[in-house]
């Protein structure tokens, strides 16, 4: 009995300080509460889209949907804080920039094209160059000048959507609906699930292959840990800080091609509103610690669509748009608080508390 004991506590220890557990829990309590509240939250149906094609619609593929650009902007804001020990809070800016820049190349000057005859790999290629650079101006800032992460992004925030609207003079470019830009946003004709799911794989699939098989990740938790260390076993701290801006510009690119080919223009001041406050949620909510170091990559990517599940949960409950963000707040802070180390260890010693008695009751049976 003792050695069984022995194995459960050490089960439940290794549970209780897994960067999952709290993910998990939330996502848990979450499916919990729809199923009491609601069990029509989880019904999927095959309908139609305007041209006859197939597509599925029902609230979770509504999450896995919306959910994506902020999974794959969770992917870039996990490796800057793990770095960095900071936060950029110039993600949705940068969106908006990088989505100007596309719908200036596909509309060649004219912001009401009948036909749309740049390919559209090239505006995507110009959005990445341009969140590139602004990422590496944020590297800049940070890793160079050693300017505090949100301070440093605060200036792109600012900034940024006024940036965006400059591109294309303050007007609105419409990309018509026959150009099949909005497939990048929608759905792939014949194929019912949504295509930002699909873009959403690719990167995780492409960051975890990066991740297992080069140093990358082993280096930003170098820098992030002990930065002197780093430096004195050869690292460049410097240029891997910048670097993890860089990547996470290349992710804010692709979440700019989701968003603005959604619906095939842009609000420079609409666009991804908030979203940073999402994303930078979402690595705290996988358990990360946003002084930077040690992280995980997984726990992140579930942290977003858990943030994306309540999102949807409050909207189906009709919830007010302007008081969304209290709802959020309230229910974040206690997940982030449950993941606090402290909090976990205090947990564990109760739980060996309730299950000492239990163990004296065996001892006199014997």
Known sequence: MTIEKNQDDNVLKRLLHSQMII????????????????????????????????????????????????????????????????????????????????????????????????????????????????????????????????????????????????????ALPIIPTESGFGVFGGFIPGIPIPTPVFIAIACIVVIFLVLKFTSLGLYVQSVGINERAARLNGLNPTFIKWLTFVILGVCVAVAALIKVSRISTINYQTIAADIEMDAILAVALGGNALSGGKFNMGSSILGAYVIQFLTTTLYKFNVASAALPAYKAVVVIALVVLSAPIVRNKLSALWKKIRSPKQAEVEVAK
Request: proline share 4%; aromatic share 6%; with cysteine.
């Open 23 to 170: 993910p998990i829990a939330a996502l848990l309590a979450l499916v919990v509460f729809n199923l009491i509240a609601d069990p029509l939250f989880f019904a999927i149906s095959m309908g139609q889209d305007s041209s006859g094609n197939p597509v599925l619609s029902g609230q979770l593929v509504s999450i896995l949907n919306n959910g994506s650009e902020l999974a794959i902007l969770a992917i870039g804001m996990t490796l800057v804080t793990a770095a960095t020990g900071g936060q950029d809070i110039s993600v949705g800016a940068t969106i908006a920039v990088a989505g100007s820049a596309m719908l200036a190349v596909l509309c060649g000057g004219n912001m009401r094209p009948e036909v749309v005859t740049t390919p559209f790999i090239l505006a995507f290629l110009v959005g990445v160059l341009v969140a590139m650079l602004c990422g590496a101006f944020n590297g800049v800032m940070v890793a160079v000048f050693k300017v505090q992460p949100m301070v440093a992004t605060l200036i792109l925030y600012t900034a940024g959507r006024s940036i965006a609207a400059w591109i294309n003079n303050n």
